[in-house]
């Protein structure tokens, strides 16, 4: 059984850093696609960065690339999203999800989900 959890999320001053954590357990993290979504209310989900399992690349959405990087721990299990110099569109609910097919980086297209972690951002 695949689980997913969020963590890490909160407020952060615009042009400030935060990192949240996706913890894993019942997925082998060769097997799966992993990526990071983020929801505002009223606006559908959107891909932050999706990473291939096969060959480790990593696709960031324009609005987030270079200021954001997506890691993950040699064991296997854990996966994190580094943001850097917050902007305003940044706040939102962020989500970790995995998926065996792929690589695929649409939210209709990811089967397991965490619940989701929320990130204000405010000075």
């Known amino acids: 059984q695949v689980q997913i959890a969020e963590s890490g999320g909160g407020l952060v001053q615009p042009g400030g850093s935060l990192r949240l954590t996706c913890s894993t357990s019942?997925?082998?993290?060769?097997?799966?696609?992993v990526a990071w979504f983020r929801q505002v209310p009223g606006k559908e989900r959107e891909a932050v960065g999706c990473?291939?399992?096969?060959?480790?690349?990593?696709f960031y959405s324009d609005s987030v690339k270079g200021r954001f990087t997506i890691s993950r721990d040699n064991d296997g299990k854990t996966a994190y999203l580094q943001m850097d110099d917050m902007k305003p569109d940044g706040p939102g609910v962020y989500y970790c999800?995995?998926?065996?097919?792929?690589?695929?980086?649409?939210?209709?297209?990811?089967?397991?989900w965490g619940q989701g972690t929320q990130v204000t951002v405010s000075s």
């Open positions: 019942g997925l082998i993290w060769d097997y799966y696609h």
């Open positions: 990473v291939n399992k096969s060959d480790g690349s990593i």
């Open positions: 999800a995995s998926v065996l097919y792929g690589p695929v980086c649409r939210p209709e297209e990811y089967e397991y």
